[in-house]
């Protein structure tokens, strides 16, 4: 599963961002897509990710302020950005995970800078 990210860009702190990802091709169906995030310095971490069942999560630092949207017929998903500061700042990562044969395989996608100034 090869994934294209798009957005990012640069914002002032409370300003808003889209990021979208979609598959370059015809995907198998994927079970979990989601964001992650890189700080400078930092390991990647999950930001938001999103089901077949159609149940989200989010890491508390951006409840609230993010939200993801999945359209699972398209293998496709977004997250809306509001309300940014600066240590959202860094790099996103989208996430693909398939279960097959009973184990997981994840999929990145080449990530996308965001960058908020104060």
């Known amino acids: 599963v090869q994934l294209q990210a798009s957005g990012g860009g640069w914002v002032q702190a409370g300003g808003s961002l889209r990021l979208s990802c979609a598959p370059s091709?015809?995907?198998?169906?994927?079970?979990?897509m989601g964001w992650y995030h890189q700080a400078p310095g930092k390991q990647r971490e999950l930001v938001a990710t999103?089901?077949?069942?159609?149940?989200?999560n989010y890491v508390d630092s951006v409840k609230g302020r993010f939200t993801l949207s999945r359209d699972s017929a398209k293998n496709t998903v977004s997250l809306e950005m509001n309300s940014l500061k600066p240590e959202d700042t860094g790099v996103y990562y989208c996430?693909?995970?398939?279960?097959?044969?009973?184990?997981?395989?994840?999929?990145w996608g080449q990530g996308t800078q965001v960058t908020v100034s104060s």
């Open positions: 996430n693909a995970a398939l279960f097959h044969s009973g184990t997981w395989k994840h999929y």
């Open positions: 091709k015809s995907a198998p169906n994927i079970n979990i």
């Open positions: 999103a089901n077949n069942f159609g149940h989200i």
